[in-house]
């Protein structure tokens, strides 16, 4: 089946800094979804970007699918940014999200 | 337009015993998905249902099931109840090949 992995798995960062997370994966995908799981385990959407380029805020999420990576930025980080950060993809016909193992990120005030 | 619901959201139960969890999609949506995610294995895809039928099934054993409404509320049932199934079970739901969107959760623990 497909293959998704999150890098780096932990990131500790000091508010207002910047951050880059990266999602690759093995194989074509038409659906691709960032998700931010909250602390008490709801995963809250983020992007649904299975290619190009979204922003909102101080987020902003690029996929390029021909190269089968996807990057998310996070620009002057927050305290309230700390959590684990999911990729999630599917193949088309799949019907089912195969997700990476996350980036734990923590945002130190 | 209310979110996804699950209930309970909570719930201990011993080794042996079987149990149900309930899932209520947005308003609208007709695909259900249930997934399992444990701090070893992650988020893990168990079941998706359209239409009040099951069109793809995860790696679990038999002893998870699940079933869909015809107002696309969706349970998902285990039985025989083992240590290593505590987890938290989240279900989402979506339009057709579209977006999909989560809920709370339902944190089962297995004594």
């Known amino acids: 089946g497909i293959q998704v992995e999150q890098s780096p798995p932990d990131l500790i960062l000091q508010e207002g800094a910047n951050s880059t997370l990266r999602c690759n994966f093995s194989d074509s995908v038409n659906n691709l979804q960032w998700f931010h799981q909250n602390p008490w385990g709801q995963l809250i959407n983020l992007f649904y970007?299975?290619?190009g380029t979204k922003q909102n805020g101080r987020l902003s999420a690029t996929t390029v699918a021909t190269e089968r990576y996807s990057l998310l930025y996070i620009s002057s980080s927050q305290t309230t940014d700390s959590g684990v950060y999911f990729c999630?993809?599917?193949?088309?016909?799949?019907?089912?999200?195969?997700f990476g193992q996350g980036t734990r990120l923590t945002i130190n005030p | 337009k209310a979110g996804v619901t699950q209930t309970p959201r909570y719930l201990i139960k011993t080794r042996g015993q079987q149990v149900t969890l309930s899932c209520s999609p947005i308003s609208g949506h007709r695909s259900v998905s249930w997934y399992q995610q444990t701090p070893g294995q992650g988020l893990q895809f168990l079941f998706e249902y359209f239409s009040e039928t099951q069109r793809n099934k995860g790696n679990f054993p038999g002893r998870f099931s699940g079933r869909q409404f015809s107002n696309s509320r969706s349970e998902m049932n285990v039985s025989t109840l083992e240590l290593g199934d505590s987890a938290l079970y989240l279900c989402?739901?979506?339009?057709?090949?579209?977006?999909?969107?989560f809920g709370p959760g339902t944190r089962l623990t297995v004594t």
């Open positions: 989402a739901s979506s339009l057709l090949r579209s977006e999909q969107y």
């Open positions: 999630a993809v599917e193949r088309l016909g799949a019907q089912k999200l195969v």
């Open positions: 970007i299975p290619s």
